[in-house]
C-alpha cells in the first residue's frame, strides 16, 4: 500500500511540475487576471448548509444511499480520478486508494438534489485537484498527528472541486445545475442566493443577468424549470427553514428571507410545508 501511494505521488508531483513549468512560461502569467466578473456560484451554498466529510476504510463500501466520494486509479495507466456518486458505491472499484461519505445537509440542500447520479473528474485535467489528491494521499497512508482533521479537510476541497466540475460541465435536464452553469443566468441565481431580503423584482433579476426581461423569463423556465419569483420564493423558504430550526425567532426569520410580515411568511411556509413555521420551532422537525 505504502510503496504504492509512493510510487502514485512521484507521478503526481512530476506531472505538477511539468504542468507549472509551463504556465510560468507563458507570457501571461501574473498578468492575466480570472474572467472578469464571474460570480462565485458555490458560497451561498457553503455558508447555509455544512459541508461534512468522513473517511471511511476502503475495505467496505460507503452506508447504503450515502453520497459518497472516492479517490482511485493507477497512476500507470493514466487513469486516476476523483468520483463522486449520489447514493454511494455498493462496491467500491478494485483501484480504490480512498473512500469518504459525504454530508452537505443532503436532504435540505437544492445544490445536492441537483447533482448527477456519478461525477468523475480526471486528475490529470486540474493542477490543483492533483496537487490535493496528492496531499491527501500522503496523509491516508502515514500515521501523523492530526491525520484524521488532515484527511476530513482535504476530502472536503475535493469535494468542493467536484461541485465545481459539475457545475462548469452543466446539465443536460432543467434545474440548479444547468442555470448555475449557464453564463448569464447564473448571475441572477446568485444574487438570490446572496441577498434574499432584497425586494427582487424580474426586472432587477434580468438586470443581474444582463438580459432583457423577455429573454430572461424565457431562458430562466426553460434552463431553472420554473420562474425566477418561484425559485426566489422556494430558496427564502429553504433558508427561513434552516433559521427557525437553529431557533430564531418567527419574526425576524420573515424578515431576514424578505417576507412582508410574518403573516405572509407564516401562509407561504404553511403552503410549502404542511404546517406553520412555529410549529416547526416546537416540534424540532427535520429538515425537508
Not at 89 to 99: A, I, K
Not at 153 to 177: K, T, Y
Not at 236 to 254: C, F, Q
Amino acid at each position: 500500500m505504502a510503496s504504492a501511494s509512493g510510487s502514485f505521488n512521484e507521478w503526481l508531483h512530476e506531472s505538477l511540475k511539468h504542468r507549472m513549468l509551463m504556465v510560468m512560461k507563458s507570457p501571461y502569467f501574473m498578468i492575466q487576471s480570472p474572467t472578469p466578473g464571474k460570480m462565485d456560484r458555490l458560497a451561498a451554498f457553503i455558508e447555509v448548509f455544512k459541508l461534512r466529510i468522513a473517511v471511511v476504510s476502503t475495505s467496505r463500501a460507503s452506508s447504503p444511499g450515502s453520497p459518497a466520494l472516492l479517490l482511485a486509479g493507477s497512476e500507470d495507466e493514466g487513469n486516476a480520478r476523483v468520483v463522486f456518486r449520489l447514493h454511494g458505491f455498493s462496491e467500491v472499484p478494485d483501484d480504490v486508494r480512498v473512500v469518504a461519505e459525504v454530508d452537505f445537509d443532503n436532504e435540505a440542500n437544492p445544490l445536492m438534489s441537483a447533482l448527477p447520479d456519478e461525477i468523475s473528474v480526471p486528475l490529470g485535467g486540474s493542477i490543483a485537484l492533483q496537487a490535493t489528491a496528492m496531499a491527501f494521499l500522503t496523509e491516508a497512508v502515514e500515521s501523523r498527528c492530526g491525520r484524521s482533521a488532515a484527511l476530513n479537510r482535504l476530502a472536503e476541497v475535493l469535494m468542493l472541486m467536484v461541485l465545481r466540475s459539475a457545475i462548469d460541465s452543466g446539465a443536460q435536464q432543467p434545474g440548479l445545475l444547468a442555470g448555475l452553469a449557464h453564463a448569464s443566468l447564473h448571475r441572477a441565481l446568485v444574487s438570490i442566493h446572496e441577498m434574499p431580503a432584497h425586494p427582487w423584482t424580474v426586472d432587477d433579476l434580468a438586470a443581474s443577468a444582463a438580459m432583457s426581461r423577455s429573454a430572461f423569463m424565457s431562458s430562466f423556465r426553460t434552463t431553472v424549470g420554473m420562474t425566477p419569483m418561484a425559485y426566489l420564493g422556494a430558496w427564502r423558504l429553504k433558508l427561513a427553514r434552516r433559521h427557525l430550526e437553529a431557533g430564531e425567532a418567527v419574526k425576524l426569520t420573515a424578515r431576514r428571507t424578505g417576507f412582508g410580515s410574518a403573516a405572509a411568511f407564516s401562509r407561504a411556509f404553511s403552503r410549502a410545508y404542511g404546517h406553520a413555521p412555529a410549529d416547526l420551532k416546537r416540534a424540532g422537525a427535520p429538515a425537508l
